[in-house]
């Protein structure tokens, strides 16, 4: 079992930046793939980032590309997604995600491929 407590949501205006973080407890971190994906309103919950958890592959949802980076700390347990730039169409519910992955490299862009789930956490930016 994995439990994931997101932090570091807020309000912001357009142009500005935020840093999401996500610590888990539990299982053995260092061997689950993270993702990051959000929900806005009146919309299905899409992917935005994920990272292996040898931390050497990383992978975007083309509309965050060059804004949002997600790294992790495998000695802190926490993944982290900074987000740069920031639009009004960012506005979501961000959640983290946990895989366990036998491969060092493999990132996971789909919801159903990741086991363990955090409770999320808001992301508003104004105009």
């Known amino acids: 079992q994995v439990q994931l407590v997101e932090s570091g949501g807020g309000l912001v205006q357009a142009g500005g930046s935020l840093r999401l973080s996500c610590a888990a407890s539990?299982?053995?971190?260092?061997?689950?793939?993270m993702g990051w994906f959000r929900r806005a309103p009146g919309k299905e919950r899409e992917f935005v980032a994920a990272i292996s958890w040898s931390g050497g592959s990383t992978d975007y949802v083309d509309s965050v590309k060059g804004r949002f980076t997600i790294a992790r700390d495998n000695a802190k347990n926490t993944v982290y997604l900074q987000m740069n730039s920031l639009k009004p169409e960012d506005t979501a519910v961000y959640y983290c995600a946990a895989a366990y992955s036998l491969a060092a490299g493999a990132t996971m862009t789909r919801s159903y491929e990741y086991d363990y789930w955090g409770q999320g956490t808001q992301v508003t930016i104004s105009s």
């Open positions: 539990g299982r053995t971190f260092s061997r689950y793939a």
